[in-house]
Structures are given as C-alpha cells and as structure tokens.
C-alpha cells in the first residue's frame, strides 16, 4: 500500500531556481500510488531535484455558491474541470 499518490500537473516550474518539477505528490487522495489530475486534490507538492526547495500548492479556487461541487462517483468536493493552476496558490516553507 503506497503512502500518496501522483499528481499530473501542467507545466509547473521551482519558484526558487525555475526548472521545470516533473514528478508531484499528494496525500488528498487514496494514497494507493495512482496518478490523479491535480484538479481533483486539495494540494500537491514537491521538493525541487535541483536546489532542493519545498513546491507546495494549495487549492484556492470557489465556485459560485462558495464551495466546491461534490464528484457524482467519489462524492468528495472537486474543482470544476474548467479550473487551471491559477486557483492554487504557492505556499512556500
């Protein structure tokens, strides 16, 4: 039993050095090592393989109502799948 799950992300760079992070990691999910759309966590994150700084992202985003839309098959609140990285919001440590 894995401990998280992968996250697909666009193109994402380091906030610290700018190289692109390939690989994102999150706990929001089954943590089963399945790959997830980041739009269907909370937040995801990585250390950056090159200076080693901590990239964590977290969700931001609402909806008109003010929450997030239940997903008819897992019954969490999601984003809209009309979301994009701009609702996540860099949380640096």
């Known amino acids: 039993m894995g401990m998280f799950d992968w996250i697909n992300t666009p193109e994402i760079k380091c906030y610290k050095c700018g190289k692109v992070i390939e690989r994102w ?53 999601t984003p809209d799948n009309n979301r994009i990285i701009d609702d996540y919001k860099l949380k640096v440590k």
Request: aromatic fraction near 16%; include cysteine; charge should be negative.
């Open 25 to 77: 990691q999150s706990k929001d999910g089954e943590c089963i090592l399945t790959n997830l759309d980041f739009r269907a966590v909370d937040n995801f994150y990585e250390m950056c393989p090159y200076c080693r700084a901590w990239n964590e992202y977290v969700y931001e985003g609402k909806n008109q109502n003010g929450k997030r839309p239940i997903c008819p098959y897992c019954q969490r609140e």
